[in-house]
């Protein structure tokens, strides 16, 4: 949980008052970040500010690259099962379309789910890029519409995959 210490008080905070319990990093990096306990039933995927600043443009790539980590198998390519159009987007927000529909619901259809969390730091930092990238997907009808929430300086984002 080390990646996320400082984050946690506001996570658990914000699930608290939903009425859920979370673990974070339940399983260490070999799994979702977040999952629900004492039958909440939740997985999620958390970014803190430094993954952010450091990869959210290079996320876009490793999910369109022969590379296995995190769930994605090696010849898997994410553009291959998204419309045309998203390689017009931004690096940034393709970047989102690759955390939102390719690690988080990759958590999310392994834990047999159709619904994940993301939850990410300094939000008013990514929001409009994490907007166009949810209103890309939305459009697109590969998840519904959804309005981030914020507690203190986090941002939390109930997806729903179609």
Do not use: C
């Amino acid at each position: 949980m080390e990646h996320y210490n400082h984050l946690a008080p506001v996570i658990h905070k914000y699930f608290e008052s939903k009425g859920m319990k979370v673990l974070i990093e339940p399983h260490g990096s070999r799994g979702s970040d977040l999952e629900g306990t004492n039958g909440t039933m939740l997985i999620g995927e958390i970014k803190n500010e430094t993954e952010l600043n450091r990869d959210l443009s290079g996320y876009w790539s490793s999910w369109n690259h022969n590379q296995q980590f995190g769930g994605k198998e090696r010849n898997f390519q994410l553009r291959s099962i998204l419309p045309e159009g998203v390689e017009s987007l931004s690096s940034k927000v393709k970047g989102w379309i690759a955390v939102v529909f390719g690690q988080l619901r990759y958590w999310t259809r392994k834990g047999g789910l159709s619904e994940g969390w993301l939850i990410y730091e300094n939000y008013s930092s990514y929001e409009s890029t994490l907007s166009e990238a949810l209103n890309f997907l939305s459009q697109h009808s590969l998840i519904l519409n959804t309005t981030p929430e914020h507690l203190k300086n986090v941002g939390f984002i109930k997806v729903t995959y179609l």
